[in-house]
């Protein structure tokens, strides 16, 4: 596997270049870029723009490993109207394309979150997230880029058999997983989510997650948490995995905050060469 730091580390007010830089100097072979709602990469960001960044990613050794987008944290995928959040997946896709990735990290949207606002009957977040995707799919198609569908924390798609059911009704390969091996630690096992969903994950982030802990305090650093990544590698090997490896944090290395890539690099490279 390439490995990769998410931007989503970073935080939305993040130097490009300078993180591009601490990046490649950490180790890694790639970024997940993010685009905001404004700024140098951004819902305004031209094509020409973006495939500056991708020259200047490039330039310094490295490759885009997908894209996500901040502005699903505000507009709801599946929400009753959700135009406003798939004209962001569409523009997350035309990055993806320009930048030379295959990937868009989406959100699907929430039932509720601490994180936005609004709530959102179950049955109808099922709904109207499924079809926001099946309507997306055709997009991503024609561009070549996958929809990889996150596991987070919006009180939605809580068990593996209901994920693999959800995308397996959109019924597209354009649409599929991206699974957190830490985020899912306060329902469920991560080894047991990688071998039920298989070979629709396109995409996998590495963090780590302390279940005896509450709120956004449960992320730590990679194996201080309870993630068990002997089960986790054995998994992935399983079911073939062998794309990016991407690691996200919190942005709260408030002095340092690119000190949290360069410790998770000694980690992330221990965790990958776990033996069979």
């Given amino acids: 596997m390439k490995t990769s730091v998410s931007f989503f ?34 819902l ?27 502005p699903l944290w505000t507009y709801n995928l599946a929400a009753d109207d959700s135009s406003r959040a798939k004209d962001v ?3 997350a ?3 993806a394309q320009a930048l030379g ?5 989406v959100v699907p949207g929430w039932v509720g979150t601490d994180f936005a ?34 596991n987070v924390w ?23 997983a991206y699974f957190d091996v830490g985020n899912i630690i306060y329902i469920g096992y991560p080894e047991q989510w990688i071998e039920i969903l298989g070979g629709r994950i396109r995409r996998l982030h590495f963090c780590d997650c302390r279940g005896e802990c509450a709120g956004l305090s449960m992320f730590v650093d990679l194996f201080e948490g309870d993630v068990d990544f002997h089960k986790v590698m054995r998994a992935a090997r ?29 980690s992330l490279e221990r965790i990958l060469n776990i033996p069979e």
């Fill in 101 to 105: 990735t295959d990937a868009v990290l």
């Fill in 154 to 176: 919006n009180k939605f798609l809580l068990s593996p058999l209901e994920m693999r059911r959800f995308l397996d009704e959109i019924g597209s390969e354009y649409v599929g």
């Fill in 117 to 150: 606002e609004g709530v959102v009957r179950y049955d109808r977040a099922y709904e109207n997230a499924q079809r926001a995707l099946g309507e997306l799919a055709p997009y991503a198609q024609a561009a070549g880029v996958c929809l990889a569908v996150e």
């Fill in 238 to 266: 399983k079911i073939g995995y062998d794309s990016w490896a991407t690691v996200e944090f919190l942005p709260n290395y408030r002095r340092f905050p690119y000190q949290s890539i360069i410790n998770a690099r000694l």
């Fill in 89 to 91: 997946v569409k523009k």
């Fill in 93 to 95: 896709v035309d990055a």
């Fill in 9 to 42: 580390t970073f935080g939305q007010g993040a130097n490009i270049p300078e993180a591009c830089r601490e990046v490649r100097r950490a180790g890694y072979d790639g970024v997940e870029l993010v685009l905001t709602e404004e700024g140098p990469f951004s």
């Fill in 44 to 70: 305004q960001t031209g094509e020409a723009e973006i495939r500056s960044v991708r020259r200047m990613v490039e330039d310094m050794g490295l490759s885009v490993s997908g894209v996500g987008a901040w």
